[in-house]
């Protein structure tokens, strides 16, 4: 997947939370100050990097994800392990829990995640 920007990925969150929407419901959903044709060009851009797809009506789209957030997160969370973490998960929670983000309940809780998974 190619890499997006945050405005990108600001439009991808409303995309995934409406499913199927327009880009007037789109400009709905994001704060102030996002102008209809601003947004339609970043959606337009979204498809053209393989994130979006649409829909025809006419002379209008209705846009619609083709990657889920979860592919995305997934792909996110590689990329920043890789690149602030020397691909390590155990640099990246021990940099979390020495930053004070992540407690020991958390930390606790994750293993049993990991330890029932087996």
């Given amino acids: 997947m190619e890499k997006i920007t945050n405005k990108e990925e600001e439009i991808m969150q409303a995309l995934w939370e409406l499913d199927k929407c327009f880009v007037k419901e789109i400009v709905a959903k994001l704060p102030e100050g996002n102008h209809y044709n601003t947004v339609s060009t970043i959606v337009r851009n979204l498809e053209d990097k393989g994130y979006v797809?649409?829909?025809a009506f006419g002379k209008t789209h209705q846009y619609f994800p083709i990657i889920t957030k979860e592919a995305y997160s997934k792909q996110f969370m590689s990329m920043a392990t890789q690149r602030f973490f020397n691909s390590s998960y155990k640099n990246m929670?021990?940099?979390f829990a020495k930053e004070e983000k992540i407690s020991a309940k958390e930390l606790?809780?994750?293993?049993?995640?990991?330890?029932?998974k087996k």
Avoid: A, G, T
């Fill in 108 to 116: 606790r809780e994750i293993l049993d995640l990991i330890e029932n």
């Fill in 53 to 55: 797809s649409h829909q």
């Fill in 93 to 95: 929670v021990s940099f």
